[in-house]
């Protein structure tokens, strides 16, 4: 299986200021063949379901904010959020879709 | 609008049974393969398992925890996909979410809560 370790678990940050989110794979998720990360964030505010925000690692999905954006290869992704808003306060998920079964970093939880 | 809407979720004892459903529209169900994962209360993610399209002969995967134990099915006529949840534990209680493709989950249905205790 493979293992995906986020950090920090936490992190507060001020409005307006940069937040990173870092995740870690304990192999790489990169695909030769077509050159994709098999990275995917999420983001998930209290009491609601989890919300894509990006895929292939770097792909925005379509009404994202482009505050948010999606960086690294192999084994080492970040997930950066340019100018923090109150409603971007949630908890932070990368996943790898490289293969089965399908798992989740932790977690951080963004706080201003 | 895509929108996925789980069901069924509720009370079960230890080594009895719970069937959810995930009832989908705004698509074309059969084109896509279909996932649930769930949330135990305060914990993180887990996938549980998906179910591929007719395309790609409609095949099974399931993470180890419930494997021999749970039983994905779908009703492309009905746009329905189903989790059979055998022989349930107490650490099977969670949120069940499903949603569509076998990749990522895009988008996320608002969940159901299984409890499962004596």
């Known amino acids: 299986d493979i293992v995906m370790t986020q950090s920090p678990d936490s992190l507060a940050v001020s409005l307006g200021e940069r937040a990173t989110v870092n995740c870690k794979s304990s192999q790489s998720v990169l695909y030769s063949s077509n050159n994709k990360n098999y990275l995917a964030w999420y983001q998930q505010k209290p009491g609601q379901p989890p919300k894509l925000l990006i895929y292939w690692a770097s792909t925005r999905e379509s009404g994202v904010p482009d505050r948010f954006s999606g960086s690294g290869s192999g084994t080492d992704f970040t997930l950066t959020i340019s100018s923090l808003q109150v409603e971007d306060v949630a908890v932070y998920y990368c996943?790898?879709?490289?293969?089965?079964?399908?798992?989740f970093g932790g977690g951080t939880k963004v706080e201003i | 609008e895509v929108q996925l809407v789980e069901s069924g979720g509720g009370l079960g004892q230890p080594g009895r049974s719970l069937r959810l459903s995930c009832t989908a529209s705004?698509?074309?169900?059969?084109?896509?393969?279909m996932s649930w994962f769930r949330q135990a209360p305060g914990k993180g993610l887990e996938w549980v398992g998906f179910i591929r399209s007719r395309a790609y002969s409609g095949t099974t995967e399931y993470a180890a925890s419930v494997k021999g134990r749970f039983t994905i099915s779908r009703d492309d006529s009905k746009s329905i996909a189903y989790l059979q949840m055998n022989s349930l534990k107490t650490e099977d209680t969670a949120v069940y979410y499903c949603?569509?493709?076998?990749?990522?989950?895009?988008?996320w249905g608002q969940g159901t809560l299984v409890t499962v205790s004596s």
């Open positions: 949603t569509r493709g076998d990749r990522f989950g895009d988008p």
């Open positions: 996943q790898q879709y490289y293969s089965t079964p399908l798992t």
């Open positions: 705004g698509f074309t169900f059969g084109d896509y393969a």
